[in-house]
């Protein structure tokens, strides 16, 4: 115990004195997860809804990388890691704080295929504000039956089952088994394998089998009254089932909100290639709180109302065409479920990307000019507080991520130039890092490459300095000078101007530049999200 000790010591002593050893231990790879790769669950759960209780057992299995005889499983407080068993053989865990370390008694033989079994129950965390706020939300229907459902990004999936809680690992495939009142259904990942009927218990048993990698945070229950129908969409790789699960009495408002569902598939199979879990079906499921982007499990509760809870959140009319959450959660199972961060301080790749699939959908069935509106409309909501990158090793999210990070993504478009070029590289991310977890540094060089830019000051400015660029310009008696200024020293991007209403590049730098010739206006691409500032006024 000592020697986990000091590697704790040591990572909270390299980090600002605002973390803490739980920070470290929640964020970073420690050695006693660094040996060992998920292979496998089997997540078996009782939810006792009336004593807002859970209980069950998680096997794990893994393969060993390099031999090691101390593993790392994380479960939060209050739920409780009762008992661990390898071979029938129970062991014993030291607890910090909820990183429980198990001393495994089996020698670790490098490329060997082990398993342990995980004992818990307990009364998990409740989320006072799904889902920005990790937890279980306990409600019920307007007909008083049960609703309840789990959400915990950001806070990790081990507030309510145990698990090795870092994105970096995601487990191969898994399965759940989810006993529930004999009144009520459970809704997973996955496809439903069978329901088990125990009439002694007055419960039932949903299987659910996941078949692709999915991260922790990804994997949900549902539990409520609902029904079910479904339909078949012709996709890039063959016939994809979509499944619909929502409250009884909803029925029919979802048959007809939920057309959007079809329609976010085919506008994003077109940007972004084949929907990543054909295995695995789609699904929408009503929830007890606005959304979130569980994988082939996507959670609904936006009131069957278009826009953002029937708000537009551009100000253009467009925000209004589409139902919000169907569309931005289910961009997730691209950015999110199929390409995942390894830390949690690059959360920039999945917000961003998706924020800015919403103005890509706009455009495949209004054009380009409606998707351009929408995204330009939703800069009033950026508070550019911070940096879009957050802080590595402590699980701290950047800022700004939405629709900084769309604006971003945006003027990157208007550098390349070239639409047939952007999709290429928007299919191509999924299919290089297909079903893999990512570092900012590889989707940098990847995109870079992939162009064959220089994108260093570009994603230097953007994703880790809180300032908006400003074009400084201004006229003297027969030209204009103009420069880059509220940024980097190795700043440069080329932007798109309209000099006497034709059309031109700059490239400016953080240096004063001249256009020869003589001009009486200039106008800056309002694609470019920057700051245009005339120090004349003129």
């Known amino acids: 115990m000592k020697q986990i000790h000091l590697v704790l010591i040591f990572i909270v002593t390299l980090l600002s004195q605002t973390y803490t050893q739980m920070d470290s231990l929640r964020g970073s790879i420690t050695p006693e997860r660094a040996w060992w790769d998920l292979t496998y669950y089997h997540l078996k759960m009782d939810v006792n809804i009336s004593e807002k209780f859970l209980s069950g057992t998680n096997l794990v299995r893994y393969k060993v990388l390099k031999e090691h005889q101390l593993l790392q499983i994380d479960l939060q407080q209050p739920m409780k890691l009762t008992k661990v068993v390898q071979n029938g053989v129970s062991l014993q865990f030291k607890k910090v704080g909820y990183a429980h370390f198990i001393y495994l008694k089996q020698k670790q033989v490098k490329d060997k295929i082990n398993e342990l079994t995980l004992y818990f129950e307990g009364h998990p965390k409740e989320s006072p504000n799904p889902p920005w706020s990790g937890g279980i939300t306990w409600n019920t229907d307007k007909n008083g039956k049960p609703f309840v459902a789990s959400s915990c990004q950001g806070d990790g999936a081990s507030l309510w089952w145990p698990n ?44 659910w089998v996941v078949k692709n990698p999915i991260n ?105 065409t589409f139902d919000f959450i169907i569309v931005h959660e289910t961009g997730h199972e691209w950015f999110a479920n199929n390409i995942t961060y390894k830390d949690i301080a690059d959360m920039w790749i999945h917000e961003s990307f ?153 490239n400016p730098t953080t240096k004063w530049k001249t256009i020869n010739k003589r001009i009486s206006t200039l106008k800056v691409d309002k694609n470019f999200y920057i700051v245009p500032f005339n120090i004349l006024g003129n």
């Open 164 to 207: 090795k809680d870092h994105m970096y690992d995601e487990v191969d495939s898994m399965r759940m088994s989810i006993s529930v009142p004999e009144d009520l259904i459970n809704v997973s990942n996955g496809r439903l394998e069978h329901v088990e009927h125990d009439k002694a218990r007055k419960i039932k048993t949903f299987h």
């Open 216 to 320: 922790n945070y990804g994997v949900n229950i549902n539990i409520g009254d609902y029904v079910h129908f479904g339909e078949v969409f012709s996709g890039e790789k063959g016939n994809l089932d979509c499944d619909y699960w929502v409250l009884s009495y909803n029925l029919e408002k979802a048959k007809v909100q939920f057309k959007d569902a079809k329609r976010t598939l085919q506008a994003f199979e077109h940007w972004f290639g084949p929907y990543p879990f054909y295995e695995d079906s789609y699904k929408l499921v009503e929830a007890p709180y606005l959304g979130m982007e569980h994988q082939s499990s996507v959670t609904y509760g936006n009131n069957y109302l278009n826009g953002y809870k029937g708000k537009d959140l551009s100000n253009t009319g467009w925000g209004l």
């Open 354 to 506: 998706t924020a800015y699939s919403e103005n890509l959908f706009i455009e495949f069935f209004n054009g380009k000019q409606a998707g351009a509106e929408y995204v330009i409309g939703t800069r009033s909501k950026i508070r550019n507080t911070g940096t879009l990158i957050g802080d590595y090793h402590v699980n701290k999210t950047g800022t700004d991520l939405y629709y900084k990070g769309a604006n971003m993504l945006h003027t990157l478009r208007q550098i390349v130039n070239d639409d047939k070029k952007w999709r290429h590289l928007l299919r191509s991310l999924n299919k290089v890092f297909y079903h893999k977890t990512v570092t900012t540094q590889e989707f940098e060089t990847y995109i870079s490459q992939f162009l064959s830019l220089d994108l260093s000051s570009f994603f230097n400015q953007y994703l880790r300095d809180k300032r908006i660029p400003i074009l400084e310009y201004r006229k003297n008696k027969t030209n204009y000078e103009y420069r880059w200024s509220n940024v980097i020293q190795t700043f440069s991007m080329p932007i798109k101007v309209a000099l006497d209403g034709k059309e031109m590049w700059l």
